[in-house]
């Protein structure tokens, strides 16, 4: 079934052991100890590694981004359409990652993680067939990728304005989170890629698709039902 | 295929409604479990069934660390009084002093102490309301001249120093702090606590003495002249 040319999943895999190895450089020059936030705090002005190395590791750490990944990979199997859907979703994070640090717009980060929440469920729903089988109709895939990108963006945008920027080197530093952001993305789509094609060379994988997607959901309704008590216990 | 849709999703015999709706509610239940047991009592405090107390999660959110307003600019907002104080042990061969400010959660201070010879020192915290004798201790070490540092309270209760001279001669520990506590207590071995108020400050003397008798007296130089 799966159609992923082995040279590319073997480069893949260097690629993430370069990226593993500049990531600990980075690290390694801008001491740990201090903190992430530390460093926010005291930066003025343009710092391109840090700021990748951030935006990478927020990616790369950021499990309801990857959850959504999961969901929106399961059922590709062409390199084409995996390139296609990752770049839609890339093209509507960048959107508005940039439109929000730059127009300064502050959404509540509460409600921004809880539709990144419905984003996982809406996914897996849409992966076991519900919406065409309830709607009688099949909702346009691409456009829901692009649309639930925006708003994952407008979450990447929250996150790195939570950090109070200096003013100067402001796009430089912007940008270099967002080259970042897709950094992480790959090294995370790589490892989301090696471990579906993996299972689907087992076998298997269709039969437990549904149990999969559904469990998927689940995560999703726990990332949701995380982020809406937050904002309650938060306002109050 | 029986399916009055043909379908072209990849997912094999495309789910009825009912196989559906029974995953997404099993998803909705299991999801809410989760949250009730584990997530809500170790992120919020939230605890409901008390889950989260037998799974021993609440401590991750009891801690108020995280409570403490931090502004983006660095800057820790205090209110209160501020006080300065200032104090010296005379420690003979195996004897200790203790002395612990009273600090609200997000109140802080800075130190600066040093001895005149090798002391065992331990910086610790008693909260409010914990059991007698349980502590959380934040520096020790064994053999030190000294300690500076700035502290913020994680929870409101005393918070200070327990020295002990653990060697042949004299030791004189000598203190300064400043910050925004109102009380100390001083604790020695055979003599039941001793709290203290800390009423005045010098800083607050000084400024008496300033507004007193005007800006003349104070040392200033106008450029050129």
Known sequence: MTRFPRPWLVSSGVLCAL????????????GVAQGDQGFFLTNVGAAIGPFMYLGAK???????HLLFLVGVLFFLYRFQDVVLYVSLFTLGHSITLLVGVLWGVEANPFIVDA???LSVVYKAFDNMDGFRRFLGFQPNTKLAVLTFGLFHGFGLATTLQELSLSREGLVTNMLSFNVGV??????ALMGVLIALSFWRSRGGFLKHAFLAN???MMGGFILMGYQIVGYFVNAS | MTDPIMSDSPMPDSPSKAKLLRATLAAILVAGLVLVTVVLP?????DPLGAGEALGLIVLSESGTDAIPVRSDGIIPQSGSYRLDEQTFELGPGEFVEYKY???????????WTASFWIRSEMHS???GAEPGTAEFFEVEEKTLEGHGSYVAPFPGIHGWYWLNEGDGPVTVTLHAAGFFTESTVFLAGVAPVERDITETPLEGALRSYINTGPARLPVRIPGN
């Open chain 1, 214 to 216: 559904a469990l998927l």
């Open chain 2, 102 to 112: 009273r600090l609200e959660q997000g109140r802080a201070m800075t130190y600066s």
């Open chain 1, 182 to 187: 897709e950094m992480g993305q790959v090294l």
């Open chain 1, 19 to 30: 990226l593993l190895v500049w990531d600990v450089q980075v690290l390694a020059a801008h």
């Open chain 1, 58 to 64: 927020h990616m790369f750490t950021g499990y309801d």
């Open chain 2, 126 to 128: 008693e909260a409010d």
């Open chain 2, 42 to 46: 170790a992120e919020y405090n939230i």
């Open chain 1, 115 to 117: 539709i990144i929440g």
